[in-house]
Nanobody
Framework: QVQLVESGGGLVQPGGSLRLSCSAS????????MGWYRQAPGNQRELVAGISSGGITNYADSVKGRFTISRDNAKNTVYLQMNSLKSEDTAVYYC???????????????WGQGTQVTVSS
């Protein structure tokens, strides 16, 4: 019913930048909170940043001042601008969206397939 497609991952040197995108499509009535999570090998999935439909944001302490989350509601798309990347940012990054489906009163969480970000010299 709803698909989230991520793009923008890759290999970057320490100190470099990447921009991730995640677009939602399907039988969407509205999207509430959208967020980016990451999971490194051997670690639990953790929240990186979130953004409400009204643009209120929150960040993990480890990325504050370096990462910026934004969204385009008209395109059902969320972005993550990552600057000053460090080796410890290496992980698979997943987007998540809380979606209200057409014809239902409920909100469902959907996940993207993940995109690899590797920070290495």
């Amino acid at each position: 019913q709803v698909q989230l497609v991520e793009s923008g991952g890759g290999l970057v040197q320490p100190g470099g930048s990447l921009r991730l995108s995640c677009s939602a499509s399907g039988t969407i009535f509205s999207i509430n909170v959208m967020g980016w999570y990451r999971q490194a090998p051997g670690n639990q999935r953790e929240l990186v940043a979130g953004i409400s439909s009204g643009g209120i944001t929150n960040y993990a302490d480890s990325v504050k001042g370096r990462f910026t989350i934004s969204r385009d509601n008209a395109k059902n798309t969320v972005y993550l601008q990552m600057n000053s990347l460090k080796s410890e940012d290496t992980a698979v990054y997943y987007c998540k969206a809380g979606v209200s489906l057409r014809g239902t009163p409920y909100v469902y969480d959907y996940w993207g397939q993940g995109t690899q970000v590797t920070v290495s010299s």
